[in-house]
């Protein structure tokens, strides 16, 4: 079992930046994937960026080149610096662990990028 807490959101205007950190507690050997999605009022949950367990990245294409997410050996943070936010990019955003057999999804954090 994997518990996931995620921090860093907030209120930012557009063009600003915010680091968002999810911390894991529990057994993440078995952890393949971990990642960020997010959801917008009244739409679906998308995928942000995840980081496979051989440290290849994958990137929304609304996001390339403005958000860059990190983790440690051990899976126990996982981090997404956003930079250059734009207001499209308000939505609860979530931390996500995945194994082969498991899924696991903090509580979410908002995020609100308003001038």
Known sequence: QVQ???SGGGLVQPGGSLRLSCSA????SRIRVVGWYRQAPGKQRDLVATIGSGGSTNYADS???????????AKSTVSLQMNNLKPEGTAVYYCNYRAFVA????QGTQVTVSS
């Open 4 to 6: 996931l807490v995620e």
């Open 63 to 73: 996001v390339k080149g403005r958000f860059t997410i990190s983790t440690d050996n």
């Open 25 to 28: 507690s529990g057994n993440t």
């Open 103 to 106: 899924n696991y999804w903090g």
